[in-house]
């Protein structure tokens, strides 16, 4: 039995991540977003008993420790933790930034995951765990700042932790809401040229399916992976990642 804790699962990538998780009938999985709507679809899709879910806003202290605590007392162990959560906003250049803004976007993107990690090690230490980062190859805004906070933290998490294995991945350009709202929400503040690439990718079909990264997240939290790649932040289609995308 492997145990996965997906933040984001409700919907785009961290959805596609907990229905390949799913597949397997050997794993189990803690679901975690906002919205418990498209939680409740997976407990009625896969059973109660393969899957737990909690609603609730990762960057709050509470709903952390809620996830460890439910983790341990529905499945008994933690194996993974897929922490895939993450948002945008705000999209705007540096000198109109709005620091309550920057500072939500690290406590989604960043801090959560610091709390996340911290309150489950003991759990991770157990199991020889793995934690498997959602990055981003993008440089948009504020945002790409906070994904490469993630990225170094993989390196001090996997240089202070020797029983636990730790990566940060990038996804590619994934056909989610999040590319909806950069083309309808968040565009106007990008420079036309980066807002350009995004609408191209879309006009020539060449977002990738969620399932794509999907499955290379699902299989390096499910399987494991080779001590070559602890620490490092990778791209989806880095050929060290290449075993791990089917
Ligand atoms: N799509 C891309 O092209 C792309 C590229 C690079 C990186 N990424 C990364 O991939 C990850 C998934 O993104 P996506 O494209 O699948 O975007 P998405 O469709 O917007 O999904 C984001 C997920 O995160 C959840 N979430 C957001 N804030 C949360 C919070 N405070 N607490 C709990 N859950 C929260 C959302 O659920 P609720 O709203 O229900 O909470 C949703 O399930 C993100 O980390 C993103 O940065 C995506
Ligand atoms: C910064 O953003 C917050 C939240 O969106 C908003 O309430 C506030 O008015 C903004 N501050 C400035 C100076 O624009």
Redesign the pocket.
Known sequence: MTVVIV?????????AITDILLNDPSTKVLA????ED?LTNLKIKYGEDRVATLA????QENTVKEIIELAISRFGSIDAIVA?????NPVDKVENANLTEWKELFN??FF?IVSLVANALPHLRNSKGRVVL?????STKG?VTS?AALNHYAIQLSSEEKDISVISV?????D????I?IREKFGKNMTPEALKRFTDLKSNHELLD?IVPATIYANLASKGFDKELNGKYLRYNDPLLESYSV
């Open positions: 933040t984001g699962a409700s919907r785009g990538i961290g959805k975690v977003a906002r919205n498209p609730g806003d990762v960057s895939n959560a993450g948002v945008l989604i993107n959560s959602v990055s981003s190859g993008a945002y994904k990038a996804p590619g350009v994934v989610t809401q999040m590319q709202d969620p």
